[in-house]
């Protein structure tokens, strides 16, 4: 099942018509006629005819007509909405049905709870003439429609996606993703009766994580929220290796996850699930980074796809929020390593300065100005850039979002007030709970992904004949002209976040006091500490130290080792942090450890608090 031209296996519930079809010039193939018949040839010979030609020369192309089955453009297949997505069948919706929720939330970026299930519905013209006449639509403008085609993982595709109004009498309001929740469209508005037609390109590539090794991804998706919104077809060839944006950074850049109803400002979100809302459509983007990475944590993700970089490709690189040890000199010596290898490899780099955290101590309200807490990362980004230009490189630039985020800051607490919290609605926030002082929600994002364009831009608008302007110039190629989502004043004007118009978050109810709890402590042989495993069992607004106490046999404490990482709050489940310490617990002593989690605060020097997030655990 793992080859491309096997991936569509039909049910025989469902009818499929014979492809007829014409390739154009463009070498797509195009439906040349419509059947608005529901009777016909037996299910049974239709099958067979489309599992004939799915091995023909066309198979790697896969046309999706939605909506009922009475209404299907030949040379299309059917999809209609209570079809559940299956490996075996190799397309269909995610989320439908009571066992939805179980779907692997790496699949599409969105997650369900138990109880949660999505409802998607048929709607039609009066008198469906062609393939964009009937579509399926959402129910609930927060639950969105979920579509999956089974691929083979490292593949390119084209993808045109054709978006419309459930009652065509009304406007819809549309939000459109790929992949794991990269953004195209959002808030988008479709003028009633009439369609849209978006198409993109997407690399389905296995990512590495550091909590679950490698995720072989086998899976295209397309999904679609907001009011009266609905799809009607969808397009999909494959084709070569096409250009790419591969992306390395940390949490404020990882593809993050979304519950569900979906609320833009409830989730957390990175800066690189936004660029495609910016990025021309000849371009795909492939993100790559992972919370509580730095820039010598992310070489197993980097090795994960560095083999496949190629000449016209751009590696995206914005680290420095996760250099807490080390700071910004460890972070500059770090950057060669993958520099020199995108070098090798003909491809560009750019080196983009991190977004600010925005922590009320930050702010001064009579002058409006937001200080920073992570420029220097950005100043030794651009002296390194700098240093390669002027030693001859053509193929490195550097963009900077921590000044402009900072100046954004500003601007929103000109407009909103000038008090911090004017700021709080651009970053993750849950009804009931605190606002996270550095990771972004996805209204924050797409600003950001703005930023990181416009930045570009005005380099290149300087003096486009210097060589960062070049490669900039390169990435901007086709760029879309899209505006970021702004937080209106319905929302606003209600108080600070998260006020009333957040929703109230579906949750499990739950019986622990505590947000972490800690599974073991590994100790090597001789009872030293190396590793502490973590599981976020709620919600959590702050990162976590790990703490480990020795006490000897008479209770005296010995000596306290903190682990290296922190426990990152924007992780789901298991996680794993290290410790660099020459405490042991020497069993032989009958010496014992108590094991805790304490929050800290994310700003230099990073104090501890004085909120415990876990049980003690003894061992």
């Known amino acids: 099942m793992g080859k491309?031209?096997?991936?569509?296996?039909?049910?025989?519930?469902?009818?499929?018509?014979?492809?007829?079809?014409?390739?154009?010039?463009?070498?797509?193939?195009?439906?040349?006629?419509?059947?608005?018949?529901?009777?016909?040839?037996?299910v049974d010979n239709r099958e067979r005819d489309y599992l004939s030609d799915k091995h023909s020369s066309q198979s790697e192309k896969w046309k999706f007509d939605f909506g009922s089955a009475n209404h299907v453009a030949k040379g299309y297949t059917n999809v209609p909405a209570n079809l559940e997505y299956t490996k075996e069948r190799g397309y269909g919706f995610l989320g439908l049905g009571p066992n939805g929720y179980k779907e692997d939330n790496r699949s599409d970026g969105f997650v369900m709870q138990k109880g949660q299930e999505i409802k998607l519905q048929e709607v039609s013209k009066p008198h469906p003439k062609n393939v964009n006449d009937d579509a399926v639509a959402v129910t609930e403008s927060g639950m969105p429609i979920r579509f999956a085609v089974n691929v083979t993982p490292n593949t390119y595709y084209k993808v045109k996606v054709t978006l419309t109004s459930a009652d065509q009498k009304k406007n819809a309001i549309v939000n459109l993703f790929s992949e794991k929740r990269h953004f195209h469209l959002t808030e988008k508005v479709i003028p009633a009766s009439t369609k849209l037609t978006y198409e993109f390109n997407v690399n389905v590539q296995n990512v590495y994580s550091k909590v679950t090794g490698t995720y072989l991804d086998t899976m295209l998706n397309i999904g679609v929220s907001g009011e009266n919104a609905a799809i009607s077809s969808v397009t999909i060839q494959q084709k070569k290796q096409g250009k790419t944006l591969w992306v390395l950074g940390d949490s404020t850049v990882n593809d993050q996850l979304a519950p569900l109803p979906y609320f833009r400002l409830q989730n957390y979100a990175g800066v690189g699930q936004a660029l495609s809302k910016y990025a021309g459509p000849d371009i795909a983007v492939s993100n790559h980074a992972e919370s509580g990475l730095n820039n010598y944590s992310s070489i197993n993700h980097f090795d994960q796809f560095k083999e496949r970089i190629k000449p016209g490709d751009i590696v995206f690189f914005e680290f420095g929020h996760n250099h807490k040890n080390d700071g910004p000199t460890g972070y500059y010596n770090g950057i060669s390593y993958y520099y020199d290898y995108v070098h090798n490899k003909g491809a560009k780099f750019i080196?983009?300065?991190?977004?600010?955290?925005?922590r009320a101590y930050q702010y001064d309200a009579e002058t409006n100005i937001w200080s920073s807490t992570l420029d220097g990362f950005s100043a030794i980004g651009k002296q390194y850039v700098d240093e390669k230009v002027t030693a001859g490189a053509t193929d490195i630039a550097f963009v900077d979002l921590n000044a402009p985020s900072l100046a954004w800051y500003s601007q929103l607490c000109e407009s909103l007030g000038r008090i911090a919290t004017s700021t709080d609605y651009y970053f993750r926030g849950v009804q009931g709970g605190k606002v996270d002082g550095t990771h972004p929600n996805d209204a924050g994002v797409d600003h950001f992904a703005k930023m990181f364009f416009d930045g570009a831009k005005a380099i290149v608008d300087a003096d486009p004949e210097t060589p960062q302007a070049k490669v900039l110039a390169d990435l901007l190629e086709g760029a879309r002209d899209e505006t970021p989502y702004?937080?209106?004043?319905?929302?606003?004007?209600?108080?600070?976040?998260?006020?009333?118009?957040?929703?109230?978050?579906?949750?499990?109810?739950?019986?622990?006091?505590?947000p972490l709890v800690i599974n073991n402590v590994d100790l090597d042989l001789n009872g030293k500490i190396l590793s502490m495993s973590v599981t976020k069992q709620s919600d959590l607004s702050t990162y976590g130290r790990g703490i480990v106490e020795v006490y000897k046999a008479n209770g005296e404490l010995k000596g306290t080792a903190y682990a290296n990482e922190q426990i990152d709050n924007t992780i789901e489940g298991t996680q794993t942090v290290t410790f660099t310490t020459d405490l042991i617990v020497d069993a032989q002593k009958n010496e014992t450890l108590r094991a805790y989690i304490m929050g800290f605060e994310d700003k230099p020097g990073y104090p501890l608090t004085d909120e415990q997030l876990s049980d003690f655990y003894i061992p």
Do not use: K, W
């Open 486 to 514: 702004t937080v209106p004043s319905s929302i606003t004007s209600l108080g600070p976040a998260p006020n009333s118009a957040y929703p109230e978050p579906y949750e499990t109810p739950v019986d622990h006091q505590y």
């Open 4 to 42: 491309i031209g096997r991936l569509l296996t039909i049910g025989c519930m469902f009818f499929v018509f014979f492809i007829t079809s014409a390739v154009y010039a463009d070498g797509v193939t195009r439906s040349t006629s419509y059947d608005n018949s529901s009777t016909g040839d037996p």
């Open 351 to 358: 080196i983009v300065g991190p977004i600010d955290r925005h």
